[in-house]
Nanobody
Framework: QLQLVESGGGLVQAGGSLRLSCAAS????????VGWFRQAPGKEREFVAS????????YYADSLKGRFTISRDDAKNTVYLQMNSLKPEDTAVYYC???????????????????WGQGAQVTVSS
């Protein structure tokens, strides 16, 4: 079993930056694709970014390319999401996610997530 715990959320002004961290425990996640999703009030959970195990493949939601950067540190069992030039529409709960171990689907969808974190609130004020 894998447990995921996010940190780093908070309130930031438009144009600012935040870095989310997601620490995994229970076992090494070096053989899992990991990523981030977000869910704004009244909206469905949506894909943000994912990075394959071994870090060879990285995917972003098209609307976020150039502003968000995902990275992983397998030695620390941690995945990060650096968010720059934040906009009010980025306000959401951000969820860390991990796919099934050894799965070869690297762009995660909600249905492919095996483990979820509890979520971290990100609020961007205008």
């Amino acid at each position: 079993q894998l447990q995921l715990v996010e940190s780093g959320g908070g309130l930031v002004q438009a144009g600012g930056s935040l870095r989310l961290s997601c620490a995994a425990s229970g076992r090494s996640f070096s053989t899992d694709t990991v990523g981030w999703f977000r869910q704004a009030p009244g909206k469905e959970r949506e894909f943000v970014a994912s990075v394959s195990w071994r870090g060879g493949s990285i995917y972003y939601a098209d609307s976020l390319k150039g502003r968000f950067t995902i990275s992983r540190d397998d030695a620390k069992n941690t995945v990060y999401l650096q968010m720059n030039s934040l906009k009010p529409e980025d306000t959401a709960v951000y969820y860390c996610a991990a796919g099934r171990q050894f799965a070869t689907t690297y762009r995660l969808s909600v249905g492919q997530v095996a483990y979820w974190g509890q979520g971290a609130q990100v609020t961007v004020s205008s």
